[in-house]
């Protein structure tokens, strides 16, 4: 099985690790982990890695995602989505159009949220959802998270429906912009579907089911699914090595300047993705792996190769 990523789309009522232990048995594949977690009720884009691109999970946290969701006006329940118990019910026949579209408009930029309790945040060591499972008696805390985009979609205000779209940072709960709207129009809101229809360099239209992951693998061709690590890590600079210092690099060991060169800057945490030089000096071929610039030299992140 080659090294590299999965964009898988996650089927409603799996969670994300149910994902990875199915096709950890379909591919015979120890190495797999997701970028992303979706809750069980949500379904779209999960990007999974296999073999050494587990390595580089941590380098997708910077991506912005964009979902696709539905919300019931008049409801509060305790998981702030369809599945949780109800705790009100509120008239919401006075509630305007203006209105609606006026509290998405406002919940864009840098917001606020208070995550929901039944979340896998870790408060004292243990998950918040097992903690309001048993009832205990819990706060968490504000957290900022950017979104660039929150818009309707479709609105039926006379069944109290709302469906958007958001484009938004890592860390932002779905759930939670609509019992935040809810409140601000004073009837409440719950989250009733969710699909990710992107992240970063991976987008619904590009993904692959599971079934035909099953069915690529029975073929014996499930490594076309496969998209090579570096080509995704959009957000990371560009270095490419001199050929006399691949071994230094495969070695975990630094190069100082003058021995590569840098092509394209870094948008992520100064780190770049590393290739090996050409015989003929003009190009670039492996991908080697990840780098850091300290002082002027190149330090290895993650060797790939």
Known sequence: MTDGIININK??????????????????????????????????????????????????????????????????????????????????????????REAFKAYTGHVGQVPPKYSALKVDGRRAYDLAREGKDFELKKRYVDISRNEISFLDLERGIVEFDVTCSKGTYIRTICDDIGRALGCGAAMTSLTRTATGFFKIEDSHTIEEVIAAAEEDRADKLVIPADITLTKLGMIVLNNNRVTTFLNGNSSWPGNFRVMQESGFKNTYRVYAQNADRRGYSDFLGTATLENGSLVPAKVIR
Do not use: F
């Not at 977690?37 to 999970?57: E, F, H, N, Q, Y």
């Not at 006006?73 to 109800?86: A, K, R, S």
């Open 11 to 100: 089927p409603e009522g799996w969670t994300s690790q149910d994902v990875c232990s199915k096709l950890r048995h379909v591919l015979k594949i120890k190495k797999i982990g997701h970028t992303g977690t979706l809750d069980p009720m949500a379904t779209g884009v999960l990007p999974v890695c296999t073999g050494k691109a587990t390595r580089i999970i941590e380098y997708y946290d910077a991506d912005m995602k964009s979902y696709h969701a539905a919300m019931q006006l008049g409801i509060e329940t305790d998981t702030l989505d369809i599945t949780g118990e109800v705790l009100k019910t509120h008239d919401h026949s006075n509630v305007s159009e203006t209105a609606v």
